[in-house]
């Protein structure tokens, strides 16, 4: 029998600071939550392998993905029936917006 929770909420952008903490949280509380992120080197990948591991140990999966790829976002978001979706991916940083302003208005 599967277990009540009040949300099943999706992550993206989950390996980051805020999804990571906000996975954490929202768990805590008592919401099944599955993580999303294409683990993109913009940031340190050791960093970001880090916090997987540390998801994974508390029963919190990521899905390496892009966001991008409506196909499998749709497949997830009705394979595993999620109520509520936090987005946070975002390709980061400013400076590198002035140099690569595409990879921006394609991922955020």
Partial sequence: ME???KKKVLITGAAG????HSAL???KEGHWVIG???FSPYYDLNLKKARERLLLDKGIPILCADICNTSKL???LEKEKISHVLHLAAQAGV?????HPKEYVYSN
């Fill in 3 to 5: 277990k009540d929770f």
């Fill in 17 to 20: 600071f805020i999804g990571f």
């Fill in 25 to 27: 949280a929202l768990q």
């Fill in 36 to 38: 999303y992120d294409n």
């Fill in 74 to 76: 749709l497949e997830i």
């Fill in 95 to 99: 400076r590198h917006s002035l140099t």
